[in-house]
């Protein structure tokens, strides 16, 4: 009896332990994360700005959403859309949409774009717009951009944008009417 006992408890084991090799043999091998570049396509567009981590950052559409298109809807208001800084162009954008309402201009067509599978695309701020001109044009020549001004969500005044100039590669100046036909550009977080 206890012999059989032995036999069964040894036979249990061994059933176990080759099944615990069959299914750790059936796993998948974790895939390393890709490595992340400026000027790498990813997520729908290119990557122009990368955080600390290596991990999150910024994409822009690989071409303009439009060549000229003004930044307001007709109307100077105030709409408090004041962020420059990296990561506050999503906030600007929606901060214009809700004063200017439906209508077509700059930040209501990267709010409602849908491109290459994704619908979270934004006009970017004032430090946005300098990156992605700087990064991907005057560092390495991509991104399909035009020598003409880009409009960038940080409002300067009631009636006054920043906006990117094309051929300088300096940071963007906020002399621009809002009424200006300037090209778009949109852009995406991961």
Known sequence: MVKRKIRFLLHSILLIGSLLIFF?????????A????IGSDYQGGIIFYLDDSGQHGLICASYDQSPALPWSNGTNIITNA??????????NTTAIVAAQGAGSYAAQLCNDLDLNGYSDWYLPSKSECFYMYFN????????????ALYWSSTEA???????????????PNGGYYKNTL?????IRSF
Do not use: W
């Open 157 to 171: 005044s009631q009636n006054n944008v920043y906006s990117q100039y094309g051929n300088d590669g300096f940071p």
């Open 24 to 32: 750790n043999s059936c796993t998948k091998e974790e895939k390393p």
């Open 34 to 37: 890709p490595k992340l570049e």
């Open 182 to 186: 300037n090209h778009v550009r949109a």
């Open 82 to 91: 004041s962020g420059s800084d990296i990561g506050t162009g999503m906030a």
């Open 136 to 147: 991907l044009k005057t560092l390495k020549g991509l991104g399909n951009f035009t020598d």
